[in-house]
């Protein structure tokens, strides 16, 4: 069964950090897009980082600079390290691998599986 | 950034009820829209790709339409289990961004 595994999350101080892990069963996670989404309590998805197979790296404008997504391929597993948090990062945070479609000949890509979920807290 | 925008909000509905979720995008995005369900405690799913198809596992009565910029998620006959959140998502471009979510409750 293809299936994703968050944790890591928790109360931390403003200005703290914390790691994110996210592990993965019944795929590879190096060879995948691999994503972090949040939702902050009451709002949309927000995506926040994403990690080619080739191991390029992308984040939104709101977390560059502060946080770092990464993975460890011996533990098939994803993790997001998040540094000088603020309460605005408060939220659940989601990993998903994108799956990329080019038959048809366009490339789509969506979001599946996602994990549960772990709850990020920032307060002091 | 693409901008979603999802109406209504909220809706309430019965089952066996036909509901209908409108998406739409701040540019055309062609057909790069999907759409998940959300459950309290619980990882969202896929149910359409690409505007209109379904994913496995999906039961038939989810189907979505559009292109452009206006979107559309049915689901044709509401069964207990459809009462959830549903927010669509744009893959035209660099960051993918989401609607807001739409509330799906029992009347």
């Known amino acids: 069964e293809v299936q994703l595994v968050e944790s890591g999350g928790g109360l931390v101080q403003p200005g703290g950090s914390l790691r994110l892990s996210c592990a993965a069963s019944?795929?590879?996670?190096?060879?995948?897009?691999m994503s972090w989404v949040r939702q902050a309590p009451g709002k949309g998805l927000e995506w926040v980082s994403m990690i080619y197979s080739v191991g390029s790296t992308y984040y939104a404008d709101s977390v560059r600079g502060r946080f770092t997504i990464s993975r460890d391929n011996s533990r098939n597993t994803l993790y997001l390290q998040m540094n000088s948090l603020t309460a605005e990062d408060t939220a659940v945070y989601y990993c998903a691998r994108m799956v990329p479609d080019c038959s048809g000949g366009s490339c789509h890509n969506w979001f599946d599986p996602w994990g549960q979920g772990t709850l990020v807290a920032v307060s002091s | 950034d693409i901008q979603m925008t999802q109406s209504p909000s909220s809706l309430s509905a019965s089952v066996g009820d036909r509901v209908t979720i409108t998406c739409r995008a701040s540019?055309?995005?062609?057909?790069?829209l999907n759409w998940y369900q959300q459950k309290p405690g619980r990882a969202p799913k896929l149910l359409i790709y690409a505007a209109s198809s379904l994913q496995s596992g999906v039961p038939s009565r989810f189907s979505g339409s559009g292109s452009g910029t206006d979107f559309t998620l049915t689901i044709s006959s509401l069964q207990p289990e459809d009462f959830a959140t549903y927010c669509c998502q744009q893959s035209y471009s660099m960051p993918p961004t989401f609607g807001q979510g739409t509330r799906l409750e029992i009347k």
């Open positions: 019944g795929f590879t996670v190096s060879s995948n897009y």
């Open positions: 540019q055309s995005i062609s057909s790069y």
